[in-house]
């Protein structure tokens, strides 16, 4: 039996449905993230977990115990919040020790406690601090502890790392990560950066408008979306128009060039406009040909080193795309203006109909990882 | 220079304002033996014994007024912010009846409304509708302070993150809210403190032995003790703030930091 149940969860604020048709089973331990653009429901759905608002339908079941109506404060749920919510006239080691002081546990165990974990978010000399004297990633640190001290059944974050410059976002998830993995304790994760939800989770709940669009790991969601909005949402993409040619065996046109993808389009017809998505990291130069390939030729638009990348985009009479190389001293990046053409397998084209179209596979990258 | 000028001359004006008058009864009440200056009016002001005992009452009445009265508000502007924002212009036309409803109507609608029951019938009865006029009289100065204290935390995120902790409402509002709206509190207090410590009105009517009701009965009756009064109370009144200032101080620092 799984862990945590969300089951036909629904939740409307008067006429506005925030989330809809909700379903997930989390298994005990796992790491999941809740991935969608603003205002899909993530926050809505992680509250309703945490009881802080109460289903319209639905229920939510944790460890067995259906926790649909009890109150926030009986479910032992950890929450660490994008604002820190640091109480402000505590110091650190009081912060952390707050909710083992509710539940009376005895001083000595308290403070034995709390240094464990300032050891383990490697803040031990902080405890005497008062939350205003530390950094926002400090703040977040001791938020994350404050949660685990009480040993909660989950652990919930809201994009608890959104608040932070970037560079200590990535060493932070890091942190996030490995102690979650030491604990092996479940994790519900809320962010907006799908970046941050590949990096961190065992599986993502990609969410749009109160839906879940797709559930899997990050590899079966970057992979193989499951609808439009995921394989748009989901990493960087290049969408351009094209037109199909012959349906059965998969042929399209793209501005008078044709593009051949990997499997018959059952649901087109020959003339049917269609969009063709490919991930910027399967398209190559020409020239590494080994199978049958995709070659489209343009116009160097423009060049943006990255450092460890070089994102080249190129023009195709209407249509832009874009395409990744990787940085290399020895090798001058194409030029600007220069003419160019790339290549991509029939594998790694996505065809997206007008409406959400059932997975097809951006399969080459798969092959690839194999 | 010119830019400079006005707002020093404003300032000397308001300065020259406040404190003229402050010189001129200071020196006044220093008067009391002809042809020296002297301490003789305060020291009869300070031997007084219905000073001492209406100064002490009166002390009484406002420390308990404040304790009500921040029992009474902070659970409620905390909630009303939390769960019924749409109340607060409500709320916020309430706190301004004291101003508008005058102290003489307010102490007679209490009289009559209380009027056969424990509280019109003996003195400490009296004295508990005292303090209850107080607290409405306060109701402005505190709900205003608290409600500002309140927003500038961020009561919704500590209210839920106390709540995942295991907090109930009781431990929320004594352990997370109240000592983070103390120094706000504090303001309002001191406020609150300044009105009933000279208030007259209702003290009088309520036959109470207030300190207000003592100065009335001085400033008709001598000349030179009431100028003394007014300076010792005066004196009272800062040492009141600075007391509030101080105590105020170590709280200040965490709930003012940055955020
Ligand atoms: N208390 C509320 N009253 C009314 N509508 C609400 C309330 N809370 C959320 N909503 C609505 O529900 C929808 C989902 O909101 P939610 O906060 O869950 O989005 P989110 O995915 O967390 O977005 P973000 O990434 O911006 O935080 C939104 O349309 C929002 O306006
Ligand atoms: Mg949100």
């Known amino acids: 039996m799984a862990f945590l149940e969300i089951v036909g969860v629904r939740k409307s604020f008067g006429a506005t449905v925030a989330v809809e048709n909700f379903d997930l089973t989390v298994e005990r331990g796992e790491f999941v993230s809740f991935l969608g653009p603003s205002g899909c429901g993530k926050t809505t759905t992680l509250r309703m977990v945490a009881g802080f608002e109460k289903p319209t339908a639905g229920r939510i079941v944790i460890d067995s115990v259906d926790v649909t109506d009890m109150p926030p404060n009986r479910r032992n749920i950890g929450m660490v919040f994008q604002s820190y919510a640091l109480f402000p006239n505590m110091t650190v080691a009081d912060n952390i020790g707050f909710g083992l002081k509710i539940a009376r546990r005895p001083a000595n165990e308290i403070r034995a406690r709390v240094e464990e974990l300032l050891r383990i978010i490697h803040m031990p000399e902080f405890g005497r601090r008062y939350p205003y004297q530390l950094s926002g990633g400090q703040q977040q640190r001791v938020a994350l502890a404050r949660a685990l001290a009480i040993q909660p059944k989950l652990l919930l974050l809201d994009e608890p790392l959104s608040a932070l410059d970037a560079k200590i976002r990535a060493s932070l998830r890091q942190e996030i990560r490995e102690i979650q993995r030491q604990l092996g304790i479940t994790t519900i994760y809320v962010t907006h950066d799908q970046e941050e939800a590949m990096a961190l989770s065992d599986r993502i709940v990609v969410m749009s408008r109160g839906r879940i669009e797709q559930i899997g790991t990050p590899f079966e969601v970057y992979n193989f979306p499951a609808t439009r909005f995921v394989a748009s949402f989901v990493g960087t993409l290049n969408l351009i128009q094209a037109t199909v040619v012959d349906a059965a065996i998969g042929l399209l046109t793209v501005e008078g060039q044709p593009v051949r993808v990997a499997s018959s389009l059952q649901s087109h017809r020959s003339g049917d406009a269609v969009s063709l998505a490919i991930r910027p990291e399967l398209i190559t130069l020409d020239g590494q040909v080994h199978r049958e390939v995709n070659r489209l030729s343009g116009t160097v638009e423009d060049v943006t080193f990255l450092g460890s990348i070089v994102r080249v985009q190129v023009r195709f009479a209407a249509h832009r795309l874009h395409f990744d190389l990787f940085n290399n001293p020895q090798l001058r990046p194409p030029q600007p203006g220069s003419s160019i053409t790339v290549q991509f397998a029939p594998e790694a084209c996505l065809v997206l109909g007008e409406e959400a179209s059932p997975a097809q596979s951006l399969s080459a990258s798969a092959a690839r990882a194999a | ?259």
């Not at chain 2, 007084?48 to 209406?54: G, K, L, P, T």
């Open chain 2, 1 to 259: 220079m010119l830019k400079r000028f006005w707002p020093w001359f404003w300032f000397l004006v308001g300065a020259v304002y406040f404190l003229v008058p402050l010189y001129a009864t200071f020196d006044f009440s220093l008067r009391a033996r002809r042809g020296e200056l002297s301490f003789a009016a305060y020291a009869n002001v300070l031997n007084d014994i219905r000073f001492v005992e209406s100064f002490w009452f009166s002390l009484q009445t406002a420390l308990a007024t404040i304790a009500i009265s921040a029992l009474v508000i902070v659970p409620t502007a905390y909630w009303v912010q939390l769960r019924l924002p749409r109340l607060r212009p409500v709320i916020e036309f309430f706190t301004l009846l004291p101003f508008v409803v005058p102290a003489v109507v307010l102490v007679f609608s209490l009289a009559r409304t209380y009027s056969r029951t424990p509280l019109t019938d003996s003195r400490e009865g009296l004295w508990v509708l005292l303090i209850g006029s107080y607290v409405i009289l306060s109701f402005p100065y505190m709900y205003r302070a608290v409600d500002t204290g309140l927003r500038s935390i961020n009561i919704h995120d500590l209210t839920e993150a106390a709540q995942s902790l295991g907090a109930g409402w009781f431990t929320i509002l004594a352990r997370v809210i109240f000592p983070n709206v103390y120094v706000a509190l504090l303001s309002g207090a001191f406020i609150t403190f300044a009105i009933v410590m000279g208030e007259f009105t209702i003290a009088a009517l309520l036959a109470q032995p207030a300190f207000g009701p003592y100065m009335n009965r001085l400033a008709s009756s001598r000349v030179y003790e009431p100028s003394a009064l007014a300076i010792i109370s005066f004196a009272l009144t800062w040492a009141a703030i600075a007391a509030i200032q101080w105590i105020g101080q170590g709280s200040q620092a965490r709930v003012a930091g940055p955020r």
